[in-house]
């Protein structure tokens, strides 16, 4: 599900139709996958505000009925207290343990924010699960795009197809680029 309008990021983000086909392009293939474009919806009818994962997982609730839950990175557990309205939703998340930090790590973390109670910590240990680790993160596909010298080339972590689109579109260019 593409985001909106983040509150934590400071960059405009690529168009919405462009990050739309961009998922679309990377999902080929997977029958079982689809783009949820609900925040993108919303933002139409709240032009210059941010979107917060709380209303959309609550329309969430509405729309997808059953047990739910969305996956997340350690980083972004260990940095969920700043968002909005959190106490609403951090039980139904998954939390994806890539190998980046080991489990103590991660519960010194919680506790360091100051944010939860050990009954919070023991719910936030259980809802860890194992993924493999994919060596790639957007932050460096994005920094690679944005140079020439390494745009032109493969790009660790990025489809081919979807680098094709953001090569033909002339996306994510910075300064060097």
Not at 54 to 77: K, N, P, S
Not at 90 to 113: K, Q, Y
Not at 147 to 158: C, F, I, M, P, W
Request: net charge positive.
């Amino acid at each position: 599900m593409p985001a909106a309008r983040s509150p934590h990021k400071r960059a405009e983000p690529a168009a919405d139709r462009h990050r739309v086909e961009m998922l679309r392009l990377g999902l080929r293939g997977r029958s079982r996958w689809w783009i949820w474009e609900q925040e993108l919806r919303d933002a139409a009818l709240n032009p210059g505000e941010p979107s917060y994962w709380a209303d959309t997982w609550a329309i969430a609730g509405r729309v997808f009925a059953g047990e739910r839950a969305f996956l997340i990175g350690t980083d972004q557990a260990l940095s969920m207290h700043r968002w909005h309205r959190y106490a609403e939703f951090w039980g139904d998340a998954l939390v994806m343990r890539r190998g980046d930090r080991s489990d103590d790590e991660f519960v010194s973390g919680l506790r360091e924010t100051g944010a939860w109670s050990a009954d919070d910590i023991e719910r936030w240990v259980s809802r860890l699960i194992d993924v493999p680790r994919i060596d790639a993160s957007s932050t460096a596909i994005r920094a690679a795009l944005a140079h020439q010298k390494t745009r032109g080339g493969a790009v660790d972590g990025l489809d081919p197809g979807v680098r094709s689109y953001i090569l033909g579109r002339g996306l994510y260019r910075g300064a060097g680029g």
